[in-house]
């Protein structure tokens, strides 16, 4: 193993690289760009508000009272409230001008709902449920005035805080997600032009060894690789505001380490696949696992029982975990969860990068 | 050329097979020291599959195979063997002399600048040295490929059709080369389906079906068949012994 001959690998990429102004723009720009539409997405409110009508007309106490409750609950910020008759309520519910319309019956509260979007129902349920508990502190309050105690709710959190974004929880796993992506694609179709090109035949012809090239190739691809990280961490913290906690080394430690896995993976592909064309069909079989089982979209906590071995062997799932450990709750690289994650992950780089060779192998006796 | 010595590239009874394809059949040959020995066959008959495992990158599954005494893998790892494939195997995004960089550091050369000079002079690429090879017309970047091969000074070059598609006149230059290095004491082993070519060798084998059909001078084979040119030797011998 000579490392010159590595370097001279991985220089070698980084000179195609310089020539290659497409490539590299797709690799730092991309993810900006997607990054700021998910801002735009996921940035603001972290919710939408849902309008809610309030059947006063059902609500089977005395006018005085229910319009004091109704005033009440028209003061929440958690929903767009406004008093009506029921049949005017299920009207707009049909025309889709009200989210639920809300009725008593005794001690229980009915909230008709529209019901064909569950993402949508959610926010009214939950909605009508804060604005009733701040209904409840308001005339407490007013109770209070009478001497009466009115109940306070305090919620506090071990991370994050009240005001998070959806974007400031996703960042970590998007981070890590878009170094695996384009790096994962770059190092494929990369590798597949020495196969078929037939370099990878000349360069087994030189004293270069297959270890010192995969090597290579990893040392010249996590170069590009941390610089994309370097400027996607620094656009989401500093242009979409997203707030992490952790130490930027070790958010950096974590993504190299699981590049070594992405670049190794796409040396594999490049070996099943006979064009380039064939290598991006790889992209959904190798990706969208990792982005539905990853923790990515759904936490992995939330997978059905018989998914979660799967998503136990997906070197995303492991990134996303350390990557928002450090982001989100600051932990450090001593921490036993990040230093287990980084173990399996170097583990997983290990494994590719051995597969990587043994591929190269094959092919050339 | 030194007969006597031992020959720089040995095979006896040398088979690869890919699936239901016998890309040789046992195929025998003894390259001396120091000769141009030219693999003339068509197309499909073994001659690439038997430079690539003198080159190293294919493993025979049955005979024996020695270069310069040794074991293939291990004189490509001594950076002794100069490899030109049969279409340039260059990076189209690297300029020629970043290309010949890149494997001179492969090869391990210190004083590789100078050199690096020296080869393209010889290859009358010079005044190109900084254009991207990708820019370049198809006789330039065989050019640039020969370049790289013998960069590194090697004392076994196999050349893998080396003058397709190059126009007479620089097949005239690469040949006036080959033939200064054989004198220097380089062993070459060119293979070829031009007549014309294969008569510039010092010793040529016929081969068809993964087999050296016959072997000698190109005069030797054209008397041994009687027949009046090289084509018509070669036509005639496969013929005899299929």
């Known amino acids: ?65 229910a319009s004091r409750l109704i005033d009440a609950l028209t003061r929440s910020d958690a929903i767009h409230a406004k008093s009506g008759t029921f049949d005017d309520g299920m009207r707009e519910l049909r025309d889709g001008t009200t989210d639920g319309v809300v009725w008593l019956d005794g001690a229980t509260v009915h909230i008709e709902i529209e019901g064909s979007d569950p993402l949508r129902s959610g926010t009214v349920a939950g909605g009508v449920q804060k604005a009733l508990g701040e209904a409840v502190v308001t005339l407490g309050q007013a109770a209070a005035g009478a001497g009466i105690a009115a109940p306070k709710v305090v ?24 170094a695996f992506f384009f790096i994962f694609i770059l190092s494929a179709v990369s590798f597949l032009r020495e196969r078929t090109g037939g370099t990878l035949e000349r360069l087994m012809a030189t004293p270069l060894g297959r270890g010192e090239l995969v090597i ?11 610089i994309q990280a370097i400027v996607i961490v620094a656009f989401t913290v500093f242009v979409l505001n997203v707030r992490y906690r952790g130490n930027l080394a070790t958010i950096f430690l974590v993504e190299a380490i699981m590049v070594v896995g992405a670049v190794s993976i796409g040396l594999l592909v490049s070996a099943a696949a006979r064009n380039e064309l064939q290598a991006v069909q790889f992209v959904p079989v190798i990706l969208l696992p990792q982005v539905f089982l990853s923790g990515l979209l759904i936490p992995v906590s ?25 982001m989100i709750k600051g932990a450090e690289v001593s921490d036993p969860l990040v230093l287990r994650d980084i173990g399996v992950l170097a583990l997983f780089g290990i494994l590719m990068a051995a597969g990587a060779i043994a591929s190269i192998r094959r092919e050339v006796a | 050329m030194n007969s006597a010595a031992a020959p720089a590239v040995l095979a006896t009874g040398v088979t690869k097979r890919f699936g239901a394809v016998e890309a040789l059949a046992g195929l025998d040959v003894a390259v001396r020291t120091g000769e141009i020995y030219g693999l003339l066959g068509p197309n499909g008959s073994g001659k690439t599959t038997f430079i690539r495992c003198v080159a190293g990158l294919v493993r025979p599954d049955a005979g024996t195979l020695t270069v310069l005494g040794r074991a293939p893998r291990d004189v490509v790892a001594a950076g002794r ?30 004083n590789a600048k100078e050199r690096i000079e020296t080869v393209l002079r010889m290859v009358d690429l010079l005044d190109r040295r900084r254009s991207i090879v990708s820019t370049l017309s198809g006789g330039m970047r065989t050019r640039t490929s020969l370049a790289a091969t013998l960069l590194h000074e090697p004392d076994l070059l196999l050349l893998d059709e080396p003058t397709v598609g190059v126009d007479p006149v620089l097949r005239q230059e690469f040949w006036a080369h080959f033939r200064a290095l054989a004198a220097k004491g380089v062993t070459i082993l060119v293979s070829s389906h031009v007549m014309d070519e294969a008569s510039r060798c010092d010793r040529l084998g016929l081969v068809r079906a993964g087999r050296v059909l016959a072997e000698g001078t ?25």
């Open chain 2, 218 to 242: 190109a005069s030797e084979l054209v008397a041994r068949s009687g027949t009046r040119d090289l084509e018509s030797a070669f036509l005639a011998l496969a013929g005899a012994t299929a």
């Open chain 1, 155 to 178: 919620i506090d959190q071990l991370y994050g805080a009240p005001d998070y974004t959806l974007l400031d929880y996703l960042a970590p796993v998007l981070v890590a997600f878009f």
């Open chain 1, 1 to 65: 193993m000579r490392l010159k001959r590595i370097a001279a690998v991985a220089e070698r990429i980084a000179l195609g690289f310089r020539r290659d102004r497409r490539s590299l723009a797709l690799l730092i720009v991309a993810p900006l760009l997607v990054l700021s539409l998910v801002g735009a997405v996921w940035g603001g409110a972290a919710q939408t508000i849902p309008n809610i009508t309030f059947a006063a007309d059902r609500f089977g106490v005395p006018p005085a009272v």
């Open chain 1, 216 to 226: 290579g190739y990893l040392a010249g691809f996590s170069f590009f690789a941390l």
């Open chain 1, 302 to 326: 939330q997978l059905p029982d018989w998914l979660r071995p799967l998503s136990a062997i997906l070197p995303l799932t492991y990134a996303n975990e350390a990557l928002k450990a450090v």
């Open chain 2, 81 to 110: 063997i100069g490899y030109m494939t049969q279409a340039p195997a260059l990076y189209g995004d690297l300029s020629v002399a970043e290309n010949l960089e890149f494997f001179a550091r492969l090869e391990g050369m210190t």
